[in-house]
T-cell receptor, first 110, second 116 residues
Framework: DQQVKQNSPSLSVQEGRISILNCDYT??????FLWYKKYPAEGPTFLISISSIKDKNEDGRFTVFLNKSAKHLSLHIVPSQPGDSAVYFC?????????FGQGTTLQVKP | DSGVTQTPKHLITATGQRVTLRCSPRSGDLSVYWYQQSLDQGLQFLIQYYNGEERAKGNILERFSAQQFPDLHSELNLSSLELGDSALYFC???????????????FGPGTRLTVL
């Protein structure tokens, strides 16, 4: 039972354009949602989070949107840079546990 | 550098064997989490320890066990290894018991286990 799903395994965008990564979830009890970025041979690193009581959180080039009625989460990166190329995991938190999606590989082309 | 260390980086072993993976959390962090990432899979939560005690269990097999020592480092023991146990194993730490938006998990670089 996949409670957190990232349906796009990969995404390719041009440098300077917007990258939109999507995530869907099924459990309405999730209280926090997070995005992690992972480079090869490294552990995931925290990027941005959003509480379930908010619908938007912004940090520099990164914005996370939460649509609770649709149980949908998205990460916008504007403008995208080649250094953003990595695997992005969305995660949802409940009872202190993080449930991760399968990840989306983002490639930003110069 | 997240401040979380994991050893070894790579481990190659045979089916039926037993291995121990080690994790040192960030200085001051009391909670340690273990995750498994298999090929094409997201990170699967295995188990959490807080200040030496088991606090939450996820999809951890009975062949797997973990513990957290008084110095707060943790070990994940995998026994009777099968080919399907080949994966990346990550540990993460947080200062407190709960994690979420206010208490982000910091991940180590992982241990890549290959079972032949």
């Amino acid at each position: 039972d996949q409670q957190v799903k990232q349906n796009s395994p990969s995404l390719s965008v041009q440098e300077g354009r917007i990258s939109i990564l999507n995530c869907d979830y099924t459990n309405s009890m999730f209280d926090y949602f997070l995005w992690y970025k992972k480079y090869p041979a490294e552990g995931p690193t925290f990027l941005i989070s959003i509480s379930s009581i908010k619908d938007k959180n912004e940090d520099g080039r990164f914005t996370v949107f939460l649509n609770k009625s649709a149980k949908h989460l998205s990460l916008h990166i504007v403008p995208s840079q080649p250094g953003d190329s990595a695997v992005y995991f969305c995660a949802a938190s409940t009872s202190g546990k993080l449930i991760f999606g399968q990840g989306t590989t983002l490639q930003v082309k110069p | 550098d997240s401040g979380v260390t994991q050893t070894p980086k790579h481990l190659i072993t045979a089916t039926g064997q037993r291995v121990t993976l080690r994790c040192s959390p960030r200085s001051g962090d009391l909670s340690v989490y273990w995750y498994q990432q298999s090929l094409d899979q997201g990170l699967q939560f295995l188990i959490q320890y807080y200040n030496g005690e088991e606090r939450a269990k996820g999809n951890i097999l009975e062949r797997f066990s973990a513990q957290q020592f008084p110095d707060l480092h943790s070990e994940l023991n995998l026994s009777s290894l099968e080919l399907g146990d080949s994966a990346l194993y990550f540990c993460a730490s947080t200062p407190l018991l709960r994690s979420g938006g206010l208490d982000t998990q910091y991940f180590g670089p992982g241990t890549r286990l290959t079972v032949l």
